[in-house]
């Protein structure tokens, strides 16, 4: 399996940025697949941003323009950059880590709150 550890979540101002990291261990080599998911209360789980091992990348159309999924292969990381934040992107964010033998793990989750 796969151990995820997510960081840089937080409060910050409307028009604010921040930074998740998610950093993997273990079975690096089973991923074929990174991504960002949000939850926000009282709604389902929906896809941020995804990332191949290729460094192809998809995006919810919610946060195309604002938001940029990286990843540094030596550090076995995956960045969330995100910037513009509104309101409306107040969740709490996961990592996912989806590949070969049945491999989907996910990490504990980072809560981002946007507010003034």
């Known amino acids: 399996q796969v151990h995820l550890v997510e960081s840089g979540g937080g409060l910050v101002q409307p028009g604010g940025s921040l930074r998740l990291s998610c950093a993997a261990s273990?079975?690096?080599?089973?991923?074929?697949?990174m991504g960002w998911y949000r939850q926000a209360p009282g709604k389902e789980r929906e896809l941020v941003a995804t990332?191949?091992?290729?460094?192809?990348?998809t995006y919810a159309d919610s946060v195309k323009g604002r938001f940029t999924i990286s990843r540094d292969k030596a550090k076995n990381t995956v960045y969330l950059q995100m910037n513009s934040l509104k309101p409306e992107d107040t969740a709490v964010y996961y990592c996912?880590?989806?590949?070969?033998?049945?491999?989907?793990?996910w990490g504990q989750g980072t809560q981002v709150t946007v507010s003034s």
């Open positions: 996912n880590a989806y590949g070969n033998y049945g491999l989907n793990s």
């Open positions: 990332i191949t091992t290729s460094y192809s990348t």
């Open positions: 273990g079975m690096i080599f089973s991923i074929n697949v």
